[in-house]
């Protein structure tokens, strides 16, 4: 069995007062007392449970969610899985609020972070656009004592306590994995579609696309990347653009949102182009191409995994416990038209 207060109180002899004030740091023991029950916590290896102490004090946790406002689809699946953990907060002892804020702006990420500052909420989570005044508001409010933990994409070479989402250099590799071997011998180009290489995940994903088909499938060229700003109707014309340019386009890899424009285009280059298209995020609308042909592959992301290990790690790390590596490990999921979920 483990250790107990009541261990404690018997192996220093003292009150259980006394050990309860010395858990918790109160006044009232005098020092030589406070030795004695220190070292009884040794002695029987004692190790508090911070999360039941929390529920006996009722403590509430503030959290903050950063989360950019687009037209994107798995963002508004971020959102909505944001949105279940507050309906979630009175068993979970959290009060959560979501700040949204422009996509792709430095400025007002850096506006919303400097704002928490004197707020100090347990902890916030935020879908970080890799900046350099990004960086340095994280740093800031870690130096201020506030866990930060990013979310889908990373900002590496900051402060930030934990990084909620999937190996994107991975990702990018196992879209070129499969995007090579589905076209086979055939020679060609191939385009790419991405939201901003302001963000992290999408350059690393390209860093690892472009790797390993300049390691494994040299025969295809890849195209000057197409940033479409996950915004729809851009994403159509400039595919639609890209498309007409280029007639040797055989493949497409979109490692961004922004894929209903890409779809209206697949749709509207049909039965003209046979395409070959490896896309991000299991949505309604990548559902609805992959069962009908006009995507082959998607990697997909479990928003819900991303958001419930957001919270977990941001209450562990205001506890100042350690987190469990393997249960926060966020999985990179393939999925055919034959194994849809």
């Known amino acids: 069995m483990r250790p ?59 959290l903050v969610f950063i989360l950019p406002t687009s037209d994107n689809s798995f963002m508004h699946g971020v959102l909505e899985e944001v949105k279940q953990a507050v309906a979630r907060s009175g068993g979970e002892r959290t009060a959560i609020r979501v700040i949204e804020v422009p996509a792709f702006d430095p400025s007002a990420i850096v506006a919303a972070l400097q704002g928490l500052a004197s707020e100090k909420p347990a902890g916030v989570a935020l879908v970080a656009t890799d900046a350099p005044e990004v960086r340095a508001a994280v740093d800031d409010l870690v130096a201020a004592g506030v866990s930060v933990v990013t979310l889908v994409s990373d900002l590496t070479g900051s402060r930030r306590h934990h990084y909620a989402g999937v190996d994107n250099i991975a990702a990018g590799r196992t879209a070129a994995h499969l995007l090579g071997r589905f076209l086979g011998a055939k020679e060609g180009e191939v385009a790419v579609l991405a939201g901003s290489m302001l963000v992290r995940d999408h350059r690393e994903r390209l860093e690892g696309f472009a790797a390993l088909m300049a390691e494994q499938f040299p025969q295809f060229s890849l195209l000057p990347v197409v940033e479409g700003r996950d915004d729809p109707e851009l994403v159509n014309v400039l595919i639609n653009a890209t498309l007409s340019k280029n007639p040797r386009v055989i493949g497409i890899y979109s490692l961004g949102a922004g894929n209903r424009g890409l779809i209206k285009s697949l749709k509207e280059s049909r039965p003209q182009r046979d395409l070959t298209v490896v896309a991000h995020e299991l949505t309604a609308h990548t559902r609805s191409a992959l069962k009908d042909g006009l995507i082959d592959a998607i990697l997909n992301q479990d928003a819900g995994h991303e958001v419930r290990s957001a919270i977990r790690v941001m209450k562990a790390k205001a506890d100042g416990l350690a987190i469990i590596p393997a249960q926060e490990r966020i999985r990179l999921d393939i999925f055919l038209k034959d194994n849809l979920p």
């Open 4 to 62: 107990t207060v009541h261990d404690i109180a018997a192996a220093a002899g003292v009150s259980l007062a006394t050990v309860d004030r010395v858990l918790n740091q109160r006044p009232g023991v005098r020092q030589a007392t406070r030795r004695k029950v220190e070292e009884a916590i040794r002695e029987i290896g004692y190790v508090r449970d911070v999360a039941a102490a929390n529920l006996a004090k009722s403590r509430v946790y503030p």
